[in-house]
């Protein structure tokens, strides 16, 4: 059984700081890794894709992938009360045709 | 910027009802998928689709369930017998290319079935 794995949350970070999110996965055939957005009630929306070891960095987000130790982290760096949202991880399995496997969100508050 | 919408945004129906959940994906994309979200749950794929057919279903996605792509723009869902535990967001998404490729979500539509 492939796993997604994050930590629920909420992780409460102050305006301004660094917001680490980690998410771990089951499966080394792996290709392919999301980060998605979720506002309460409302769609995923994505923030970041990641697809080969390393940093990759868009604004003030950072995405990390490491596949040997199977995870993958997004950072967010000048944390914005905006930024307060649900942060879904998603894989694309190798042997697997597009579909996307989710992680349960880690909430993240960003107090001012 | 382009982007998926979907119809209804919310749709009350009876337990054993038909219901179709409507989507216009992004115009140049060629791959389409189908995912719900019960409240509070993860986000879980149904279906892939492209090129007319489906490409891969999950186990969720049984014989209730259909999807069409009845004309050039929109991508239909529909549930054949709704039951109470198909209640749920139904978010449809769209991508350029297959496997890996970003996918983009549509609104979403809230089904409650009563």
């Known amino acids: 059984q492939k796993e997604v794995e994050q930590n629920s949350g909420p992780l409460s970070v102050p305006e301004g700081a660094i917001a680490s999110l980690n998410c771990t996965y089951s499966?080394?055939?792996?290709?392919?890794f999301f980060w998605y957005r979720q506002y309460s009630g409302k769609s995923p929306e994505l923030i970041m894709s990641?697809?080969?070891?390393g940093d990759k960095e868009d604004g003030r987000f950072t995405a990390q992938l490491n596949k040997a130790s199977q995870y993958v982290s997004l950072l967010i760096r000048d944390s914005q009360p905006s930024d307060s949202a649900t942060y879904l991880c998603?894989?694309?399995?190798?042997?697997?045709?597009?579909?996307?496997?989710f992680g349960a969100g880690t909430q993240v508050v960003v107090t001012p | 910027e382009p982007e998926v919408t979907q119809t209804p945004s919310h749709q009350v129906t009876q337990m054993g009802q038909e219901v179709i959940l409507r989507c216009v994906p992004i115009?140049?994309?060629?791959?389409f998928y189908w995912y719900r979200q019960i409240l509070g749950q993860k986000v879980e794929f149904l279906v892939s689709?492209?090129?007319?057919?489906?490409?891969?279903k999950s186990e969720i996605f049984d014989d209730q369930f259909s999807v069409e792509r009845p004309d050039g723009s929109n991508f239909t869902l529909k549930i054949r017998s709704t039951k109470l535990e198909d209640s749920a967001m139904y978010f449809c998404?769209?991508?350029?290319?297959?496997?890996?490729?970003?996918?983009?979500f549509g609104p979403g539509t809230r089904l409650t079935v009563l």
């Open positions: 689709f492209y090129n007319n057919e489906i490409s891969e």
């Open positions: 990641i697809y080969s070891n």
């Open positions: 499966d080394r055939v792996s290709q392919s």
């Open positions: 115009s140049n994309h060629l791959y």
């Open positions: 998603a894989v694309n399995w190798g042997d697997s045709w597009g579909k996307l496997q």
């Open positions: 998404a769209s991508s350029g290319t297959s496997g890996g490729n970003e996918q983009f």
